[in-house]
C-alpha cells in the first residue's frame, strides 16, 4: 500500500468498538483525505456530534490525532493507530487502537469502508 493518496475521498462507518456500544442506525462515520502520506478528516454520528483527525500514513499503517465535541457538551481527545486491511469485496477496513488522553487505556475499533 504505497499509493500516496491512497485514503483521499473515502468514508468509513465505524462497526465496532470496545469504547462503547455501535449505534447500528446512525454509526460514527469518518471522511478522509489524504495527500503525500499526510492524512485529515471529520466525522460524526452515534455520540459525536463534531470531530476532527490529523495525523499520517505509511503503507498499511496511519497515525492520527483527533479530538471530538460530544452530544453531552463534553470534548475528547487522543490518538491512534490503524492497521488498513482489504476486505474479500475489495474494500477497505481500518482496524484501530485508540487512548483518550484522559483516561489512558486501549481500546480497538473495526471501521468498514462505504461503498
Same mark, same amino acid.
Given at each position: 500500500?504505497?499509493?500516496? =493518496?491512497? @485514503?483521499?475521498?473515502?468514508?468509513? *462507518? ?10 447500528? =442506525?446512525?454509526? +460514527? !462515520?469518518?471522511? $478522509? ?9 471529520? $466525522?460524526? /454520528? =452515534? +455520540? *459525536? ?5 490529523? /495525523? +499520517?500514513?505509511?503503507? =498499511?499503517? *496511519?497515525?492520527?490525532? $483527533? ?13 491512534? +493507530? ?7 469485496? /475489495?474494500? @477497505? ?19 468498514? !469502508?462505504?461503498?
Amino acid at each position: 500500500m504505497n499509493d500516496t =493518496d491512497l @485514503l483521499n475521498g473515502r468514508r468509513f *462507518v465505524m462497526i465496532s468498538s470496545t469504547a462503547s456500544e455501535v449505534n447500528t =442506525d446512525a454509526p +460514527t !462515520e469518518f471522511a $478522509y483525505e489524504e495527500s503525500d502520506g499526510v492524512v485529515w478528516g471529520h $466525522y460524526t /454520528g =452515534d +455520540t *459525536v456530534v463534531h470531530g476532527r483527525f490529523v /495525523g +499520517t500514513r505509511d503503507a =498499511d499503517r *496511519v497515525q492520527i490525532s $483527533y479530538v471530538h465535541l460530544l452530544k453531552t457538551g463534553d470534548r475528547a481527545s487522543g490518538r491512534s +493507530t490503524s492497521r488498513i486491511e482489504t476486505a474479500e469485496d /475489495g474494500r @477497505l477496513r481500518l482496524v484501530e487502537e485508540f487512548q483518550f488522553e484522559d483516561d489512558g487505556a486501549v481500546h480497538v475499533s473495526v471501521c468498514a !469502508e462505504v461503498a
